[in-house]
């Protein structure tokens, strides 16, 4: 049973910073990639950034690009989403995600992956 547990998200204001984490389990779970994505109220959820496990290779969004920074601790399981500058519109249900098949190139969109946190709320206030 591969399970993925976020946390860190809460209230901050406009132009605090925010660490999210992911915990990842599942005995013999061995993800290629790990993602972030979020999800505001009334659209669609939206790719953020994402990691591949064992390289370390990672893709980010245009919205994430020189203000969040994702990493991962292999020894803890567990991936990272640093936030800082933040702006109300990255105001969202943040979600985990998790795909063990390998790609070329490193997957962007929600139906790519395959295992899914429950997720985290980040509320940004102005």
């Known amino acids: 049973q591969v399970q993925l547990v976020e946390s860190g998200g809460g209230l901050v204001q406009a132009g605090g910073t925010l660490r999210l984490s992911c915990v990842v389990s599942?005995?013999?779970?061995?993800?290629?990639?790990l993602g972030w994505f979020r999800q505001a109220p009334g659209k669609e959820r939206e790719f953020v950034a994402a990691?591949?496990?064992?390289?370390?290779?990672?893709i980010n969004s245009d919205h994430a690009k020189g203000r969040f920074t994702i990493s991962r601790d292999y020894a803890k399981n567990t991936m990272y989403l640093q936030m800082s500058s933040l702006k109300p519109g990255d105001t969202a249900v943040y979600y985990c995600?998790?795909?063990?098949?390998?790609?070329?190139?490193?997957?962007?969109?929600?139906?790519?992956?395959?295992?899914w946190g429950q997720g985290t709320q980040v509320t940004v206030s102005s």
């Open positions: 995600a998790a795909e063990s098949a390998y790609s070329t190139v490193i997957p962007t969109t929600d139906h790519e992956y395959d295992f």
């Open positions: 990691i591949t496990w064992i390289g370390g290779a990672t």
């Open positions: 599942g005995r013999t779970f061995n993800p290629y990639v």
